[in-house]
């Protein structure tokens, strides 16, 4: 089903960004890179681009010092013919962090770029520029569309184990040489802190690159943004990040695990027991260290439409910023829900409005999955209670009815953080709430976690699992297996979109060809 061959990217990773993805960053965090010139802004926390379209993208990058970030564009990767975009300058306020927007770039096309970090009192003074290269969305629906998805990583003490090679599941991804990664949360753990060393089951031992912000939960601004620093270290991420776009989104480990807002916390770990205080501080480290169009803007938010072209839009959620507070889920009325009342008529309204083939549902939580927060609470969307909509599942079911009556065709749903893969079909027939159309969920991950079992069915909208792999046992480190990622290839010539769940080496475990124009499936 593949609409283009493997690997269809050219050989830049064996030349620019070959160099780019090498770079070893120092034991001791900002110390420039050996071959880095003397005195002059640094950049060896890689680029990445995030957000990208048929003609625009934004460009991150970190420095070491106060720098004004500039961006050359390039059709090629010799840099013959450039144009130049004058960027932010970088200080301690955004964590030496910035982005720049690219705009009037060519449809469907490959960009090289290159980031340079200029001395702000003499802009002849830069660093050694950082190179980078991503495909703009086409225009041309023959074409076709390929992202991959999962999210949870560096979780339940399982981080960057150089032994182990790192994070090697990013290489298994760009070898598809996707359009995009779907990140679907979880891209930190703030509450999980990382120790050196850990014993395996099987007495073997797990080592942990750690640095001082990893040894305790994030509190402080400076310790969420040592959070995102830390995955920085890896470098298969940050080849990874030079040469496939993101579109990310957030869920609770970016703050601490099934938060909501007005919270108060028990948790004797932490000083702080205010989540708002806490999230506030997160969510500003978390827009500094990824490449948002939504969140820079005034009253930024993570919920947003991505288009992609006449073949697909990204509608991106976010469950955790409206939600009401975790409960046993069996209110017969509730208005604020997981989404949120503004970002529920937003949704529908945005769906409505979708002239793509396909709409895929980027949610950071499951709808069909039990995910429990203790003994009587519910952390996400279902209760466990097979019979009519309650709690939650009531804004669900409003959404899931308007796709159906407003015949809204090609609805996917993608999600992670129940950290193993499933597929799941709902169909009405099946369930207890029978007014929409048929639908499919995919479900994967973790990049870099623990794994842990399947989660228990709720049937109230008709789920079957059709597939699912998960251990036995939980928190599963990387070293045990279990950790997946998803792909999702919509040919060009049919509309055909075929999801492949795969393994951390890429390996097929199961696949699903769906077809177009059909309201559901």
């Not at 050219?10 to 030349?15: K, M, Q």
């Not at 957000?51 to 993208?57: F, I, M, N, W």
């Amino acid at each position: 089903m593949s609409h283009r061959p493997l690997p269809r990217r050219r050989s830049v990773l064996r030349g620019t960004l070959a160099a780019s993805a090498a770079l070893s960053l120092p034991t001791a965090l900002g110390a420039a890179p050996a071959f880095a010139r003397s005195g002059r802004p640094n950049a060896a926390w890689g680029v990445q681009t995030g957000d990208v379209t048929c003609d625009s993208g934004l460009v991150w990058v970190r420095s070491d010092r106060p720098a004004r970030m500039v961006v050359e564009t390039s059709a090629t990767e010799s840099f013959r013919n450039t144009r130049r975009w004058h960027g932010p300058l970088l200080g301690p306020g955004t964590d030496f962090t910035g982005t720049t927007r690219l705009r009037g770039l060519p449809s469907g096309e490959q960009i090289h770029y290159r980031v340079l970090l200029a001395d702000p009192d003499d802009p002849r003074r830069t660093g050694e520029p950082v190179t980078g290269t991503f495909r703009t969305a086409s225009a041309r629906r023959r074409d076709g569309v390929r992202f991959v998805w999962s999210g949870d990583l560096a979780g339940q003490g399982w981080g960057i184990n150089p032994e182990f090679g790192g994070y090697t599941i990013y290489n298994a991804m760009a070898a598809l040489d996707p359009d995009f990664f779907l990140c679907s949360g979880d891209n930190v753990y703030a509450d999980g802190p990382i120790s050196e060393t850990v014993t395996l089951p099987d007495g073997r031992t797990w080592r942990n690159v750690t640095t001082e912000e990893k040894s305790k939960v994030a509190e402080t601004l400076a310790e969420f943004r040592g959070n995102f620093r830390y995955n920085l270290l890896d470098e298969n991420l940050r080849a990874f990040n030079a040469r496939v776009p993101s579109i990310v989104q957030w869920d609770d480990h970016e703050v601490t695990n099934n938060w909501y807002p007005g919270e108060i916390l028990t948790d004797g770990r932490y000083t702080e027991k205010r989540v708002d205080v806490l999230a506030a501080r997160a969510r500003r480290a978390f827009s500094e260290y990824f490449p948002i169009s939504t969140l820079r803007r005034p009253g930024g938010r993570v919920h947003r439409v991505q288009h992609h072209g006449p073949l697909l839009d990204v509608f991106v959620l976010d469950m955790r910023t409206y939600r009401n507070a975790n409960s046993p889920g069996d209110q017969p009325a509730d208005e604020q829900g997981i989404l949120g009342r503004e970002q529920l008529e937003w949704l529908k309204r945005e769906l409505s409005r979708s002239r793509a083939v396909w709409k895929v549902i980027a949610s950071d939580m499951p709808i069909g999955l039990v995910v429990p927060d203790g003994t009587t609470d519910v952390e996400a969307v279902a209760q466990g209670d097979p019979g009519k909509p309650l709690g939650r599942e009531l804004q669900i079911a409003e959404l899931l009815r308007h796709i159906k009556h407003r015949r809204i065709t090609g609805t996917v749903w993608l999600t992670a953080d129940v950290h193993h893969t499933s597929a799941q079909h709902y169909l009405p027939s099946r369930a207890a709430f029978t007014d929409f159309a048929p639908f499919w969920e995919f479900v994967s991950g973790p990049l870099n976690a623990g794994a842990f079992p399947a989660s228990a069915l709720d049937g109230t909208f008709g789920p079957d699992r059709v597939f699912v792999k998960a251990p036995a046992t939980g928190n599963v480190s990387p070293a045990g297996g279990y950790q997946f990622f998803g792909e999702v290839d919509i040919d060009g010539h049919s509309g055909e979109l075929t999801v492949r769940l795969r393994e951390q080496d890429g390996t097929v475990l199961f696949t699903k060809v769906l077809q177009p124009g059909r309201v559901g499936q």
